[in-house]
């Protein structure tokens, strides 16, 4: 393995940089204890960027080492297990990479600090303050938790969207090819009859002899259209989208209280475990997805810097729904904010349930009349003509 490595000289007036290769990481403290320097930080160095590992994975893996630490084992000896039974390539890696800073004399979140793309900011933010309180196992099995229900949450909503999107895909496919493949057969049959089309048959005939045409260059300006719309997205374009997503009819109540929800459990797992509330709203605002829900839980922290409560500063912001707001009131005053928003957190999580079964129950029928419409629209316009072809054979 290569090490990157900051040293310093038996003065400690020199500061020494560069790269290390060594078996491990104490061979690595050894080979620089060699040349006269003491190593004050040594990070692996990796050929690739890694990853980004699964929620789930995460989950396995936490609840993994939650049990080993529990059993009495190790930490070292904890992590030298789960390596071995690793599957995905990048915790695999990682994990090697946490087994050697901890030998090496690191704490387990100053060694997770090296992997951002792999370990999650709140697991690195929790795994931190346990280690500081000796509740490492217990905050492991909160955190696997937390980590459980957003991976639920987020396959809820992902499961519910899916089955529009499928069918939408499937219209798409049969229109394109109807337009490439079936029509133009026809559109030589009449070409070679004679007879006057109607208006419908000679707008599905000159589409599909557009889109074959120009197919190309069609497919060319949506994948140019895509790149346009994402590079603008990721400007302060992008924040607009993000708030106007929570206002869609149907799915946009949807994405908001998912939002609320995962904020509720973000918050409460953070403020459960000791965490200040300033630094638990900050950390909530870097792990959300949406950058509109993000920038109003920046300015709730912001309130909360002021001196203000959190409660009062949420009232100010349509996007936290009153039911919310009177829960997170309730635990401000009562002192237990993170079972208030635990509580709030699980009955938007019940709501979303109904909703997302109200919603694949209203869609499947509807998605369905409309594939099976536009397919016995364009067969209509098909045969059609068939019925003006029939009457010119026979006057032969």
Known sequence: ???????????????????????????????????????????????????????????????????????????????ETLHAQSRHPSLKEALQGLRAQVEGGS????????????FPLI?????????????????????????????????????????????????????????????????????????????????????????RQYGLFLLLAAVLGGLVFWRAYQGPWGMAVDQRLFRLPLVGPILLKSALARFGHTLATLYKSGIALTQALEACAQVEGNRAFAEAILQLRQAVEQGRFMSEAMRSNPLFLPLFVQMAQTGESTG????????????????????????????????TLVLGGVVLLVALALYLPVFDLSRVIRAR
């Not at 590992?53 to 396995?60: A, C, D, I, K, S």
């Not at 704490?107 to 792999?118: D, I, T």
């Not at 009859?193 to 000679?202: H, K, N, R």
């Open 336 to 367: 237990q904010m993170d079972r208030s928003l635990e509580q709030v957190a699980d009955f938007f999580e019940q709501e979303i349930d109904h909703s997302l079964k109200r919603l694949s129950s209203s869609l499947e029928p509807i998605l």
């Open 107 to 118: 704490s387990l979140a100053q060694a997770m600090e090296a992997y951002p793309q792999v």
């Open 123 to 211: 697991m690195r933010k929790l795994v931190s303050v346990a280690e500081l309180g000796g509740a490492l196992e217990v905050v492991l099995r909160r955190l696997a938790g937390y980590l459980d229900r957003t991976h639920e949450l987020r396959e809820k909503v992902r499961t519910a969207l899916t089955y529009p999107a499928f069918v939408l895909a499937v219209l798409l496919v049969v229109v394109v090819v109807l337009l490439v493949v079936v029509i133009p057969v026809f559109a030589r049959l009449y070409q070679n009859s004679g007879i006057a089309l109607p208006w419908p048959t000679a707008f599905l005939i000159s589409s599909a002899f557009f889109v």
């Open 1 to 79: 393995m290569r090490f990157n490595y900051q040293a310093t000289d038996p003065s400690g007036k020199s500061l020494y940089q560069g790269v290390v290769e060594a078996a491990s990481f104490s061979e690595a403290r050894a080979l620089l204890r060699q040349r006269g320097l003491y190593p004050i930080k040594l990070v692996p160095l990796r050929s690739s960027p890694l990853r980004g590992v699964p929620l789930q994975e995460l989950v396995f893996f936490t609840r993994r080492l939650a049990l080993l630490l529990e059993s009495g084992l190790p930490l070292l000896a904890a992590l």
